[in-house]
């Protein structure tokens, strides 16, 4: 498999999608740097293929994808992570007294058991 021949089944035709809450946490955490974006990408890792990384950046990197979630956020996405997360909902849930970042998304047909990685067909 190999990214370049993986074909994205994205339900709502968009990129990515945010929930309030994953809004809402993001906007908190860029709340002290003014001007910077969340940054969206993907590393080769783990047992099964892939992990998402997500970075507070200055500025997009070239080729990017911008979507404007908020007027306080805009999160930027790898044009490598693209093909894997093409119509991923990223959430923000409270599991107890911890905040978790969920990335729900339609693409993953396997992942492993700790949760820190995924693969797609």
């Known amino acids: ?15 990515v999608s945010l929930t309030p809450a994953a809004i809402k946490h993001f906007e908190a955490k860029l709340a002290s740097q003014p001007g910077h974006l969340v940054r969206l990408s993907t590393k080769i890792s783990g047992c099964t293929g892939y992990a998402y990384v997500l970075d507070v950046a200055e500025q997009a990197e070239q080729g990017d994808t911008l979507i404007h979630a908020s007027d306080k956020l805009t999160l930027a996405i790898s044009t490598k992570a693209l093909d894997l997360v093409t119509g991923t909902e990223i959430d923000y849930v409270k599991e107890g007294i911890n905040g978790v970042v ?4 339609p693409n993953v047909v396997n992942e492993c058991g700790c949760g820190e990685s995924f693969n797609v067909s």
């Open 102 to 105: 969920k990335f729900n998304n």
């Open 1 to 15: 498999m190999s990214v370049e021949t993986f074909m994205p089944q994205s339900k709502s035709g968009d990129a």
